[in-house]
């Protein structure tokens, strides 16, 4: 029976979009397994109550995401997109602090975003079709990114030529583009959320918390919140394929699942995490 379903799912998207979108799930998605294990590290859970707390906060903010995103299907994709963008620069910007940090940050997220749009528009146009319908509100709002991100691209170009500093992150920003520009859409954003993005959080949140666990309750606590994660995928796009048809059911369920999870995650990593770490 797995045999059959695998098999469906490579026909309804092809080996290199079935090939990234397991990617993203068996390596990508993960990395967001440890956020109990950092509200436990950020005192979350001196108390059960305290942690049934957080537990029950995260769930009903993944909640509300979707039935926003259900709701407000453009807008909600256009709001994906920023965070995402704010999300994935921040943890890649080479500043620490200032206004140079968030400008490194829009180039570097932004290239993500604008990057795989542009280069891949049709292909694009038709994964975004499938978690809104009407796309024209959200390629007015990328045309509009476009500007801003360039514009932040020509900021870190000028301020490394200057400074003599950041001249590594416009080689990584180089190598991104031509990336992106190369592969179809969904491998080059596996590619970057999983062996980029995901690669350097899961450093950083390692190394943080190995001083307090160790590493066999690090992995039980993935493990938990990954398989959870996969089980309620595969219930959703069980239920929704005989409507949206399979590969639009995998698409919905892979994105907006993200989205559903980028939020909590972010508000914990970037919001208090990050944060608490440069004390």
């Not at 092809?14 to 440890?34: D, Q, T």
């Not at 990114?145 to 992150?169: E, S």
Request: proline share 2%; net charge positive.
């Amino acid at each position: 029976m797995i045999a059959d379903y695998l098999s469906s799912f490579v026909a309804a998207l092809g080996v290199v979009n079935f090939a990234a979108l397991i990617f993203v799930a068996a390596i990508g998605l993960p990395h967001g397994a440890f956020d109990a294990a950092i509200a436990i590290h950020l005192g979350y859970a001196r108390r059960m109550t305290s942690f049934v707390g957080f537990l029950i906060i995260y769930t009903l903010m993944a909640v509300v995401v979707v039935m926003v995103w259900l709701s407000f299907p453009a807008l909600s994709l256009i709001m994906f997109l920023i965070i995402s963008m704010l999300h994935f620069g921040i943890g890649d910007a080479r500043a620490q602090s200032g206004r140079m940090r968030y400008v490194q940050a829009i180039a570097h997220g932004g290239i993500l975003v604008v990057g795989i749009s542009l280069f891949h528009r049709a292909e694009t146009d038709q994964i975004y079709g499938y978690l809104v319908g009407d796309t024209s509100l959200v390629w007015a709002a990328i045309n509009g990114l476009t500007v801003v991100v360039a514009g932040c691209v020509v900021i870190c170009i000028w301020h490394a030529i200057k400074r003599g500093k950041g001249l590594n992150g416009l080689g990584e920003m180089a190598g991104l583009l031509l990336l992106y520009y190369l592969l179809p859409p969904l491998l080059g954003f596996a590619v970057y959320f999983c062996l980029v993005h995901s690669a350097r959080h899961l450093a950083t949140v390692w190394h943080a918390l190995s001083r307090r666990f160790n590493r066999r309750r690090l992995a039980i606590h993935a493990t938990g919140f990954t398989l959870a994660s996969w089980l309620a995928g595969a219930l959703v796009i069980g239920y929704s394929a005989d409507i949206l048809g399979l590969e639009a059911a995998i698409m919905r369920t892979v994105f907006i699942g993200l989205a559903a999870l980028t939020v909590p995650h972010m508000l914990l990593v970037d919001g208090v995490f990050r944060r608490r770490e440069k004390r």
